[in-house]
C-alpha cells in the first residue's frame, strides 16, 4: 500500500487562491494516476482532476481555467493549484494513489479542508 500525506488547505476568500501537495510514500513501483477529489457533507466524492504518470491530465468541468493538477514524479508528489476560487468550491479534498496491474493500488489520503468564503 502507499501512505498520502496531504497539505495546504485553510480558509480563503472567493477570487482567493490555494495550492494543495500530496506526498506519496511506501512503494517503489511507478503510480500510474494520481488525483484529487473532493466531498461535501451527504454527497457523493467528486473528481476535481487527474493527472497520469505520462503527464496526462483530466478535469471536472467546474474547475477548467481555474485549477491546474501537476506531479513530480520523481518526489511522487502531485499538486493542484486553485486559483479564482469560488465558495462552491468549499469541501473536504482528497488525495488518490492508483496503480494497476503487479503490485496494484488504490489508496486516499485523509482529506484537507477547503473552505471558500463569500
Known amino acids: 500500500q502507499v501512505q498520502l500525506v496531504e497539505s495546504g488547505g485553510g480558509l480563503v476568500q472567493a477570487g482567493g487562491s490555494l495550492r494543495l501537495s500530496c506526498a506519496a510514500s511506501g512503494s517503489i513501483f511507478v503510480i500510474h494516476r494520481m488525483g484529487w477529489y473532493r466531498q461535501t457533507p451527504g454527497n457523493q466524492r467528486e473528481l476535481v482532476a487527474t493527472?497520469?504518470?505520462?503527464?496526462?491530465?483530466n478535469y471536472t468541468d467546474s474547475v477548467k481555467g481555474r485549477f491546474t493538477i501537476s506531479r513530480d514524479n520523481a518526489k511522487n508528489t502531485v499538486y493542484l493549484q486553485m486559483n479564482s476560487l469560488k465558495p462552491e468550491d468549499t469541501a473536504v479534498y482528497y488525495c488518490?494513489?492508483?496503480?494497476?496491474?503487479?503490485?496494484?493500488?488504490?489508496?486516499w489520503g485523509q482529506g484537507t479542508q477547503v473552505t471558500v468564503s463569500s
Open positions: 488518490n494513489a492508483y496503480r494497476l496491474g503487479y503490485r496494484a493500488f488504490d489508496s
Open positions: 493527472i497520469t504518470s505520462g503527464g496526462s491530465t
